[in-house]
């Protein structure tokens, strides 16, 4: 991942002239406003970790994420903890791991997974803290009134009659003009588009050529791959189009100065390799945060940070954190500013440094039970595959794909850098040399130079199940 351009570099080539984003001398000394900040969760469903102009794309124009990074900060290393639509929302909404919030997979449809009725979430710790909520566009946790938000001007799947209303992310964008402009009291907009997920084609899509993209190593370069990267692209910018035309709207409406926005995808490009999975393609995602109070800009950070932690950085940000806070994540404000940050102070019962993340899958689908956890950390990454004995499970558009059924019908054995075998029967223990390995393809864990690696990374995964109360803990003893 890489961020070249600079703030003034990036204003020139998308013709803004630094007037029009000026910011008073008051925001530039770190002061804030009397009033409360307002807040913006812009979260985009199915984005890869290298898949925009900030992260080094050079074929994917995402001019509104590129001017947010100029703006503001991006993360290296931001971390999904679990790659699977609800259960990730679940995360990004609670500060908690799903295997706490009862989130395990999908809500909709047959899959009806909920969380229970005990958790504590971002909108109405915020609404208790006197913020307006509103939610627009994707939903997809449950119930309601766990997730409750105070406006749904386009639905959500609990009231399907109103997702009639969803558009193009920039027509959602206009819908939240009268929120953002409505009176004086703070608000937290939760906006989540339905791109890029597939189908990636959509009425008004850009186009690219399948022979301009860049295939990651984690996939295979086939004309099939090709040819479902370009429509990715394409969903991929219509994606940014919301928020170019939401961060218009905060001009316009006086509030550039007072919002903090957070942008990330919920998991990994919807391709075998990456989305349901815990391997880097996964779960290593896009993350870029603007403060509009920081004195720095166009900060590149390699602090590692999960979706765990958003729900108290931005409680954290609007002052309402509240005393008796659970979380499982921790308030990141303090590293927008830092490249590399080493520690963080004490929180509550909470120490460590910015160097590792832990990682909890459990369901995608009903039908697809592999429960992973993950602990990951500058140089080393192990991955427990707690079903270890069953074949792993496809999401049934992945399986769908002309990508995967491509490789099927030709009879191949590699898919990307690692053979089909590997990818469909896993071992229980997978560790990875990140640093010699980045594309993990050599398990470890059976190798006698790295046995004492592995029982400390095991010790850190089940200290970390202890912690957050993960009923899975019991299958150390026995299955």
Not at 231 to 243: E, F, I
Request: hydrophobic share 35%; proline share 6%.
């Amino acid at each position: 991942m890489k961020y070249h351009q600079t703030r003034r570099q990036f204003l020139k080539a998308v013709g803004l002239g630094a007037a029009s984003l000026a910011v008073p001398g008051d925001v530039l000394a770190g002061k804030r406003p009397a009033r409360k900040p307002n807040v913006l969760l812009y979260v985009v469903d199915d984005q890869g970790s290298d898949d925009a102009g900030c992260y080094g794309n050079r074929v994917i124009k995402t001019p509104g994420l590129d001017l947010l990074a100029s703006e503001g900060t991006v993360f290296t290393h931001g971390f999904c903890t679990t790659a699977s639509c609800s259960a990730s929302r679940s995360v990004i909404l609670s500060g908690q791991y799903n295997h706490a919030t009862g989130q395990y997979g999908h809500m909709h449809s047959y899959h009806h997974f909920v969380s229970f009725p005990n958790i504590k979430t971002l909108p109405v710790l915020l609404a208790g803290a006197g913020y307006r909520t509103i939610s627009v566009g994707k939903y997809h946790v449950a119930p309601e009134e766990v997730y409750h938000f105070q406006h749904y001007p386009t639905g959500n799947r609990l009231r399907p009659a109103e997702r009639q209303k969803d558009g193009s992310p920039v027509q959602m964008a206009e819908i939240c003009r009268e929120f953002i402009a409505a009176d004086k009291r703070p608000f937290f907009l939760y906006f989540c588009t339905h791109e890029p997920h597939r189908p990636f084609q959509r009425e008004g899509s850009d186009t690219f050529d399948p022979k301009d993209v860049i295939v990651p190593p984690y996939l295979p370069d086939t004309p099939e791959c090709r040819e479902e990267l370009a429509k990715y692209y394409g969903s991929v910018q219509r994606a940014d189009s919301g928020l170019v035309r939401l961060m218009e709207i905060l001009r316009e409406t006086g509030h550039w100065d007072d919002t903090m926005i957070i942008y990330i995808s919920d998991n990994g490009i919807a391709f075998p390799g990456a989305k349901t999975t815990l391997y880097e393609p996964g779960m290593r995602l896009p993350c870029v945060v603007r403060n509009p109070f920081a004195k720095k800009k166009g900060v590149v950070t390699d602090a590692m940070v999960t979706w765990a932690d958003i729900t108290p950085t931005i409680l954290d940000f609007a002052g309402a954190m509240p005393d008796e806070a659970d979380f499982h994540g921790r308030s990141f404000l303090s590293v927008l500013e830092k490249e590399h940050p080493r520690r963080f102070a004490l929180q509550r019962r909470s120490s460590g440094d910015w160097n590792e993340i832990y990682a909890s899958h459990t369901f995608h689908e009903i039908t697809m039970y592999y429960p992973m956890r993950v602990v990951r950390g500058r140089r080393y990454k192990l991955l427990w595959n707690i079903a270890h004995g069953l074949s792993y499970p496809f999401a049934s558009d992945l399986w769908e794909s002309a990508t995967w059924q491509g490789i099927l019908k030709r009879g191949e054995k590699v898919y990307g850098r690692r053979s089909i075998e590997a990818y469909l029967h896993r071992p229980k223990s997978e560790l990875y040399d990140l640093q010699n390995d980045p594309h993990e393809v050599k398990n470890l864990a059976d190798d006698p130079k790295h046995a004492k690696v592995l029982e400390e990374l095991k010790s850190k995964l089940k200290a970390f199940q202890e912690r957050t109360k993960d009923p899975w803990i019991l299958k150390w003893e026995y299955e």
